[in-house]
């Protein structure tokens, strides 16, 4: 008689999002006009930072002492060659400004792509494991948050020394903690449900169980975690580059400019004027983004 051996037990699958509950997701966003204005003004900066050579009218670090301190266009003493008007060194002010997007957006971007992976595993760790790794990882994250984030990066970045590079370092290692929270308790609930249990059952194994059916369902959260953090970024790396400890002074950046202004506020307001106000839309623009989409991912905040 002929034996027949019965085919291995499918590995079981989270189950994924209904295509329903997707496109209620898509409409509820697209009808946040807020988070829609807030989308078109990243988008726009997200081009001027990949063409600014093409976009900007000048050179961001060409001088011309004869056309220093010149006012926008729509000033008395303006001219159209300089939209946005010059600072102490005659340098195009509209051409830095879109120059600093290039830095804000890569050490925003960068900083929580890091602090993200550092902080997913992390979290999946001490959620999944528990016991001794859950206790050890956590309280290194409380000894983290005993310090303030940014008095932590200005003492790291002090010690290592100033570039671009360290910078993003610096603000990855240091945003990890609320990550790690996140996942953590995302971790602790999901653990139970009957898709794991299942797999522990057929034998699948544990790094195997955390990136096929946990990391799946914390991606919401850690979306929305990152845009809040790509704005802290933005900002930190601004303050470390108005205390000179950020990028070196020949690359253009917003926090930059906001210090060499500071002294001519009161002659030359817009010499600081409009780079901060791009830093604070930008910034602004990543946290409704962020909002918006935190709401998205709860399944309370649209119908269906």
């Known amino acids: 008689m002929t034996t027949t051996t019965a085919p291995p037990a499918a590995e079981p699958a989270a189950p994924p999002a209904p295509a329903s509950t997707r496109a209620a997701a898509v409409r509820s966003l697209l009808r946040n006009k807020l988070a829609v204005a807030a989308l078109a003004f990243l988008l726009l900066v997200l081009v001027c930072a990949v063409f600014a050579p093409l976009i900007a009218p000048a050179d961001p670090n060409a001088q011309d002492l004869l056309a220093r301190l010149k006012p926008p266009a ?38 929580a792509l890091l602090a993200g992976v550092l902080g997913t595993l992390a979290g999946l760790a001490a959620g999944y494991f528990g016991g001794w790794t859950d206790r050890l990882l956590m309280r290194l994250a409380d000894i983290q948050l005993a310090f303030p984030a940014i008095l932590l990066a200005l003492a790291v970045v002090g010690f290592v020394g100033s570039g671009l ?26 653990r139970t449900r009957d898709f794991v249990t299942e797999a522990h059952a057929i034998g699948v194994r544990h790094p195997a169980i955390m990136r096929r059916h946990l990391l ?27 205390l000179g400890l950020g990028v070196p002074k020949e690359t253009v950046t917003w926090g930059a400019m906001l210090a060499d202004g500071q002294l001519y506020l009161g002659t030359s307001w817009w010499v600081a004027v ?15 983004t962020g909002d918006a989409l935190r709401d998205v991912a709860d399944p309370k905040a649209y119908r269906r």
Do not use: C, K
């Open 216 to 242: 799946p369902n914390v991606m919401a959260p850690l979306a929305t975690i990152g845009t809040l953090h790509i704005a802290a970024a933005i900002v930190a790396e601004a303050s470390l580059s108005y």
């Open 74 to 111: 729509w000033q008395h003493g303006g001219s159209s060659a300089h939209l946005l008007g010059t600072d102490q060194l005659g340098r195009d002010l509209l051409s830095r400004v879109i120059y600093g997007t290039r830095v804000s957006l890569m050490v925003g971007a960068g900083a």
């Open 165 to 190: 590079w360290y910078v993003i370092l610096v603000l990855g290692i240091t945003g990890w903690v609320s990550y790690a929270r996140v996942v953590r308790s995302e971790v602790l609930s999901l």
């Open 274 to 288: 409009f780079p901060g106000i791009a830093l604070m839309l930008t910034s602004l623009a990543v946290n409704i």
